[in-house]
């Protein structure tokens, strides 16, 4: 069975420019889960979705967003980058329904700002 | 904030010893999860605690759940070089969906 699949594996923008990140759940899961790793921070909550609605998001500006579309893939937008967005972005998924379904991480996305 | 405080930060030790990370908090939880992280990669799932007092062996690891759901240990005997990497222990809250992470255990065992 697959696991979690994210895209691209790097990504390098300049401050300013927008990043689209995206994961595919495995299967049959349809709650996806965003975090951010960044060096020093460890890892932090971004979003929740789950069956296409957004159940939670972390403490984090407005111009990190995202959504789930209706084969529970999801995307991960950044606005507006900045220099401290630079980090490996990880995508999770789990059964969906409620919260506390043990969650699978993807290999992560690895985002530089310049 | 750091509501999971993870101890020890690093931790190396020759192959063949016995270590354990600690996980504490002042809040409970409705479950306790271990990950396990290389250089690079996304975090890997090694187990799932939910009841208080609960323990897990997988093989020479050994997981713990406090009691109070508010703290977890993990175990390992006899640790070997390939157990080296970054574990991550995580709390998640009922209807949040998020997971609180500690600041992880850097394990270095040596041969």
């Known amino acids: 069975e697959a696991g979690v699949t994210q895209s691209p594996t790097h990504l390098i923008k300049t401050r300013g420019q927008q990043a689209t990140l995206r994961c595919s759940p495995i299967?049959?899961?349809?709650?996806v889960y965003w975090y951010q790793q960044a060096l020093g921070l460890g890892l932090q909550f971004l979003l929740w979705?789950?069956?296409?609605?957004?159940?939670n998001r972390g403490n984090f500006p407005p111009r990190f967003s995202g959504r789930q579309f209706p084969n529970y893939s999801s995307e991960l937008n950044v606005n507006a980058l900045e220099l401290e967005d630079s980090a490996l972005y990880l995508c999770?998924?789990?059964?969906?329904?409620?919260?506390?379904?043990?969650?699978?991480f993807g290999p992560g996305t690895r985002l530089t700002v310049l | 904030t750091q509501l999971l405080e993870q101890s020890p930060q690093f931790l190396s030790i020759q192959e063949g010893e016995n270590l354990t990370v600690y996980c504490n908090s002042s809040s409970v939880f409705s479950s306790l999860q271990w990950y396990r992280q290389e250089p690079g990669e996304g975090p890997v799932l090694l187990v799932t605690v939910v009841t208080g007092g609960e323990v897990k062996k997988l093989k020479r690891l050994t997981f713990q759940f406090g009691d109070a759901r508010k703290d977890s240990s993990l175990h390992i005997t006899a640790a070997q070089p390939g157990d080296t990497g970054l574990y991550l222990c995580a709390g998640a809250r009922s209807n949040t969906g998020k997971l609180i992470f500690g600041q992880g255990t850097t394990l270095q065992v040596k041969p």
């Open positions: 999770a998924s789990s059964l969906g329904g409620r919260s506390g379904n043990e969650q699978f």
């Open positions: 979705y789950d069956e296409g609605e957004e159940r």
């Open positions: 299967s049959g899961h349809t709650s």
